[in-house]
């Protein structure tokens, strides 16, 4: 109810008497019907899916549409199974491509959206063939198609199995393409970006195709289409896994559309210390920058060949190399033989002579005799065999067939991880079985798959294993590579480490020894565990200038690892006293005592530490042969304790 206040007329007749309450003078009561009722948008949705499904005929189901219950109701009643049997989704496909009725293909749209959301992965066999018909709706002349379109469609990619990413790509790559209409070309970008947040693995071993599309479309002539490509380039390229190149990432992207930034991009990276093996991943963002590069002025030339050189030496397999050495070879050459200057041929010359032999490796490792491959057919037809001698019960053929594709491809990248087996078909499979039925049914066709593999030859590691070390606890057993400044120390290096063993570095000066024991302290190689996982601590003898003034005791006790560890100063004491330390040795400052007693003291803080690996770098130097005989006697003497 409103309340106004009117002015009185004083020309106004008077009004004749009445029974009924007198108002206020002036005062006028107005009544308002009540405000409406906020709908949401989801609630939108569903009345035009209601509408739609009441509309369509699903035989024993019609009962179910009624009009007011949209795609969850009438799951919930009846089963994704029956519904799908009933034709549902075919019939909704038929909407879509109704031409003449924008509401209904509005609101097939909206269903397939409610169902991935309903359904989630049983669904999946089913809509994602149905992608490029959500596709081309995103270019439909209806603003609210348009909307459904994209919301079908990320719904899609949000339940996608990450598996199945090898399935769905090349139907986003189609509508990436030149003759596509620029929504078709945005929505597919967007998609792109998706992929890469719900299946990050599998989108970063296909960067090799993803990155020359996302480069085409960053010149696209619509400013929408631009946007989608840089949204998605910096979805995808955080996925390169290569942290040698983390911090030029989207310089690396941007300098697609920015022709002008090539000089400064090969700069920064020519700065850039590879220690990291480079694969494929790292190989395709990097190489269209090298390409250009070698097209500059000759300092950038000269650069873009140092870190060719550089980075093809940590290309541990030739074959992540084959699809771009075609775009590196030309330019290389060219340099090498026609550049102006002398220096910039040789420096060109040896990364040709690199190349060259990268290329060679490669085509010698595809003139071996090929893996065992398995097909989908084949698959298709062991889980038929599977199902049928483990349970009694038929599988819809589309999901069939959908499962042997998925598993077809884990097996011909060799990924026999059981929990990998089972996110790719227990899902799916549970549509018609039980939970415990499918875990079954996977475990069993997995091993049927395996059982197809030929007798691997065992790899050669670089050493021969000693036979009292089969029981001992392996530490670690990693490949790697290491480089200083733009120098490289070791190439796709072997390392492996048991407890309690002593291994020596032996080297001439500058070879690396102290770069490696450094790196491995800091965490910088690849594959070796976590500090989480091994604690591996570096001895050395400098002392920090910043703790110079402090006693012996202290000194220790104010090591930040130390500090983090919670030990006291009266266990520092302890840990020292158990090396040797007296008590007039404790009174001493850092810088009185010598270099056996540093040595002795780096060993107790070690202790203190709790520490699985010792690194010793050079811990005879200043130590008179008594002092020598005590650290050889107490390396020997540490069962649990690993030392280089």
């Not at 107005?30 to 569903?46: G, K, L």
């Not at 090539?262 to 850039?272: E, R």
């Not at 290389?332 to 990364?351: F, Q």
């Not at 039925?437 to 030929?454: F, I, N, P, T």
Request: negative net charge; glycine residues 6%; hydrophobic residues 45%.
């Amino acid at each position: 109810m409103k309340v106004l206040r009117k002015k009185a007329d004083p020309n106004a007749p008077a009004q004749p008497a009445s029974t009924a309450p007198a108002a206020k003078p002036g005062i006028r009561i107005v009544n308002r019907a009540p405000p409406a009722p906020v709908v949401s948008q989801e609630e939108i949705e569903s009345g035009k899916v209601a509408k739609l499904l009441e509309r369509l005929t699903l035989g024993e189901h019609d009962q179910h549409c009624d009009g007011h219950t949209d795609i969850d109701g009438v799951v919930a009643a009846a089963g994704f199974a029956s519904l799908q049997a009933n034709g549902l989704l075919s019939k909704l496909k038929a909407e879509t491509e109704d031409m003449g009725n924008a509401d209904a293909r509005e609101a097939a749209l909206l269903a397939f959206k409610q169902l991935c959301q309903s359904v989630g992965r049983p669904c999946e066999p089913y809509v994602v063939p149905l992608l490029p018909v959500m596709l081309d709706r995103l270019a439909d002349k209806a603003a609210q198609v348009r909307d459904a379109a994209l919301a079908a469609s990320c719904s899609v990619v949000a339940i996608l199995c990450p598996h199945a990413v090898e399935l769905v790509l090349p139907v986003i790559f189609d509508a990436m393409e030149d003759s596509k209409k620029w929504q078709v070309k945005e929505g597919a970008l967007k998609l792109l970006a998706d992929l890469a947040a719900t299946a990050p693995a599998q989108v970063s071993a296909c960067l090799p195709a993803i990155v020359p599309l996302i480069s085409e479309r960053m010149v696209d002539p619509r400013e929408q289409v631009k946007a989608a490509a840089a949204a998605a380039g910096t979805a995808t390229f955080k996925l390169v896994g290569n942290r040698d190149i983390e911090h030029i990432l989207d310089d690396l992207l941007h300098c697609v559309a920015r022709p002008a930034e090539v000089p400064d991009v090969v700069t920064k990276l020519s700065a850039t210390t590879f220690v990291q093996a480079v694969e494929a991943p790292a190989l395709a963002v990097m190489v269209p920058l090298l390409v250009k590069g070698l097209r500059e002025a000759t300092a950038i030339q000269r650069k873009s060949c140092v870190i060719i050189t550089n980075m093809s030496k940590l290309v541990n397999s030739p074959v992540d190399a084959v699809n771009f050495l075609p775009k590196l070879l030309p330019g290389v050459e060219k340099v090498a033989r026609a550049a102006a200057d002398p220096e910039l041929r040789d420096v060109a010359s040896s990364a040709l002579a690199i190349l060259e032999r990268v290329s060679k490796e490669a085509e010698e490792q595809a003139a071996q005799p090929e893996a065992a491959k398995a097909d989908a057919a084949g698959q298709l037809q062991m889980l038929k065999d599977t199902i049928a001698r483990t349970l009694d019960v038929k599988v819809d053929q589309t999901t069939l067939e959908y499962v042997a594709q998925m598993t077809t491809l884990l097996f011909n990248s060799r990924n026999f991880e059981f929990d990998e087996w089972a996110d790719a078909m227990v899902p799916y499979l549970k549509a018609f079985l039980t939970e415990e039925g499918a875990e079954g049914v996977c475990r069993a066709y997995m091993a049927k798959s395996m059982s197809h593999l030929s007798d691997a030859t065992e790899e050669d590691q670089g050493w021969e294993l000693d036979e009292e070390d089969a029981d001992k606890d392996e530490l670690c057993n990693c490949r790697f590579s290491l480089a200083y400044g733009g120098k490289i120390l070791l190439n796709n290096a072997t390392l492996r480490l048991v407890r309690g063993r002593r291994y020596g570095l032996c080297g001439g000066n500058g070879v690396g020894k102290s770069t490696l024991m450094k790196a491995i302290a800091r965490g910088q190689l690849d594959g070796f565990p976590s500090p989480d996982e091994l604690k591996t601590v570096y001895v050395e003898h400098d002392i920090q200038a910043s703790l110079a003034d402090l006693r012996v005791p202290d000194y220790v006790a104010e090591d930040p690892l130390i500090k983090v560890m919670g030990v006291t100063r009266d266990q520092v004491v302890e840990a020292l006293q158990g090396v040797g330390f007296t008590d007039d040795l404790l009174a001493k400052l850092i810088t009185e005592i010598s270099g056996g007693w540093k040595m002795k003291l780096a060993l107790a803080r070690a202790m203190l530490l709790k520490a699985d690996i010792l690194l010793l770098d050079e811990p005879t130097n200043h130590l008179d042969t008594t002092n020598v005989a005590w650290l050889e006697n107490y390396l020997v003497t540490q069962p649990q304790i690993t030392c280089m």
